[in-house]
């Protein structure tokens, strides 16, 4: 007589490429959160039984995660970290150098800071008059030096004027509209997306043209309700993680 198997018992059969990118996401978030202390991966006969992958499937893993920038093979040594990634929480409404203190001095290359014609689409969100004027301050921001976003943010007239004779190039904005305004800020919503990278993106943030950004469009309001801040952040994918903590 001949039985029938179940679906529980039947072995489990998945591409080379599955089991590769099952793989890659795990190794990923340990290189994210420094699990490799030394920055050198484990030999890949260890990976490859830590995963229960082949050998072949485990090298697949790694050849994503070096496409992607985070690791690389050298000779002598073995498999290595050499991306600088860092997280980025989303759990409190902060600025860039508050949120990343512990990895390093986040300092602005300032692009733009004036007094211009809110688009329509800017004024509606900010609650404002069609024809009203608003702040734009366009800032390339890097950590340790290397680029990291490019933020364009645009700013209620009356909190955005008193910031333009402030240190936009080593302070956050955030810090600087409560110190001005005597105001504290509540509460923002945050809409994240992938794209490409347009050719006058990759030229700033020194990425090749197609590459992976995270773009934020992130509107900051005051305690009391009141939207002051609508930004719009071009994060590189390749530098940045983000991460919350979230309840059900």
Known sequence: MLWAMSSS??????????R????????????????????VLPDERFLAAEFS????SLREALELLREEGLIDRVPGVGTVVVADKVEHGLNQLMGLAETLHEHGEVTNDVRAATVIRAPSA????????????????ERLRRLGGL???????????????????EDLVNRDLFALIEQT????????AVTLEAVNADLHSA???EVPRGAALMVVERLSHFADGRPVDLEFI?????RLTMRAEICR
């Open 147 to 165: 680029p990291l976003s490019l933020d364009l943010t645009y700013l209620a007239l009356d909190v955005g004027e008193r910031l333009l004779g």
């Open 203 to 205: 030229t700033v943030l």
């Open 9 to 18: 018992q039947r072995p489990e059969r998945r591409l080379r490429a599955d």
């Open 234 to 238: 071009r994060m590189r994918g390749d």
């Open 20 to 39: 590769a990118r099952q793989a890659a996401d795990v190794i990923r978030q340990q290189v994210v959160r420094r699990g490799f202390p030394d920055g």
């Open 122 to 137: 800017v004024a509606q969100r900010l609650r404002l008059a069609p024809d009203a004027s608003v702040v734009y301050v």
């Open 53 to 56: 992958v082949s050998r072949n």
């Open 181 to 188: 305004s005597g105001q504290r800020l509540g509460t923002a």
